[in-house]
């Protein structure tokens, strides 16, 4: 048995949860339930990011306690993973006091080892990002911060700061020598790019009392904090065990993949790995930056007031409709349009039509014509489902373990069109009036075959529609979780039909 271990970011509290949390979660949860399938075992870590003067900021405009405040921040993202059963092992938050310990320990061997020096910074400083910017910077966009086109302030202070000049030569070879090391490949060539074209200034890594009181505790001057993307980042490794459970930390580091939102890039390719370097620990295996879903040509923000409500989404609609869109709308590493017309579009014609109808008059004919006990003497598989069936075959794990969600959707959608094609073609009802009996239980046993394996491709992307499927085919859902039941083999069905497996949306 292999070890997996995937992570998502950790989500600032500062909002509430959008449908950009949950499409990088809906997406590393798809590979976690995959690696399962394949026998894998799995470490999935998911969280939130609890510090900085934000945080403080809202929670006093407010009137609440900053405990209180992210408390309730952090249970909406868990409430929510909840509801689109995210299937993550183990849930961090920056406030835990093991993480607060493991990022101590990480700074002051890292000064130990004069990767952290002090000095007197002048330049501008974001508070909505938390994130310091030179005079050039900010000149290319007349006094703005970069990144989120906020005012910024100019400051002058003593701070201390992070050697990440030092590692920059080795992060280039690194890059050089494992192109997969970010994913997709433009997100590869951004980074390289970057470093190629320019200097690193080391980093920031705490902020001043004074300024910014919420926050871990700089281990060897009481007058500062850490800085809220220095401490975050650590969360990887001290969710993995690094310096309190080392059995567990040797058992899943490196992660094998980090799945983040492209705007974070930078953070998790340059500075993330330069951090591991510095502690003589291995950078991750690969970062996946996804693209953004955006409304119209404007990414979505709390700002913009173009944020679309996930609780609202599933309520509309249904989870496994919200899960399968995001996934089969555009390829996992690019930026999508969302759009309620879209949505509607892909859950009737893919779900409701071509999905929920085959399974639904499969089902019928089960019992119509044999009561709902299927068993025919031949169980060969269809001429017209081979080449569909052998494509899945060499096909699916591969486009999974890449990330190639969307291909992979769209595999499994030419043998379920390839299914709807054999009822028309086949035409049962004249089997049955001509009393070919033997034909037509074959007939019915090969789609309720086709759909079983079907769901079994499907069950990382759609898991609760994949039960119901399970259960009308009279199958036991836990026996189907294995690729290995991807091969034609099943027996016989002794099917319940129950009722759609996906309604119908108007248009309107």
Known sequence: MSKFYLTTPLYYVNASPHIGHCYTNIGADTLARFKRLKGDEVFFLTGTDEYGEKIYKIAHQNKESIKFFVDRASEKFKNLWKILNISYDFFIRTTDEFHQQVVKKVVSILFEKQDIYKAKYEGFYCIFCEAFWSKAQIKETEGSCPDCKRKVEEIKEENYFFKVSRYQDWLKRHLKNNPSFVKPKIRYNEVLGFLENNTLN?????????????????????????????????????????????????????????????????????????????????????????????????????????????????????????RYFLLREIPFGLDGSF???????????????????????????????????????????????????????????????????????????????????????????????????????????????????????????????????????????????????????????????EKPLFPRFNVS
């Not at 919420?214 to 490794?237: E, R």
């Not at 119209?296 to 679309?308: C, L």
């Not at 052998?390 to 379920?416: G, P």
């Not at 074959?442 to 992307?461: A, D, H, K, Q, T």
Request: proline fraction near 5%.
């Open 202 to 322: 080391d980093l920031c890594i705490c902020r001043p009392k004074k300024r910014v009181s919420w926050g871990i505790d700089f281990p060897f001057d009481s007058d500062y904090v850490i800085y809220v993307w220095f401490d975050a980042l650590l969360n990887y490794i001290s969710g993995a065990g690094l310096f309190y459970c080392e059995e567990k930390f040797k058992k899943w580091w490196p992660a094998d993949i980090q799945f983040i939102g492209k705007d974070i890039l930078r953070q998790h390719a340059v500075i993330w790995p330069i951090m591991l370097r510095a502690l003589d620990l291995e950078p991750p295996r690969v970062i996946f930056a996804h693209g953004w879903w955006k409304v119209g040509e404007e990414k979505m923000s709390k700002s913009k007031g173009n944020i679309v409500d996930p609780y609202n989404l599933i309520k509309e609609f249904s989870l496994d409709t919200i």
């Open 339 to 497: 759009s309620y017309s879209a949505l509607i579009n892909r859950a009737n014609s893919d779900l409701a039509n071509d999905l929920g109808n085959l399974l639904y008059r499969s089902l019928n004919m089960a019992e119509k014509y044999f009561l709902g006990k299927v068993n025919p003497l031949k169980k060969d598989i269809p001429e017209e489902f081979l080449p569909l069936i052998e494509e899945l075959k060499e096909s699916y794990v591969k486009n999974m373990d890449n990330i190639e969600f969307h291909t992979c959707l769209e595999r499994i959608w030419r043998f379920i069109n390839v299914m709807n094609k054999f009822v028309e073609e086949k035409k049962p009802w004249v089997m049955w009036k001509e009393k070919r009996i033997d034909e037509l239980e074959w007939f019915i046993y090969s789609l309720l075959e086709g759909i079983r394996i079907v769901g079994v491709y499907l069950y990382p992307f759609i898991p609760n529609a994949v039960s119901s499927i399970f259960t009308q085919l009279g199958v036991k859902v836990n026996e189907q979780l294995s690729i290995k039941k991807s091969e034609w083999q099943r027996e016989a069905f002794y099917v319940k039909k």
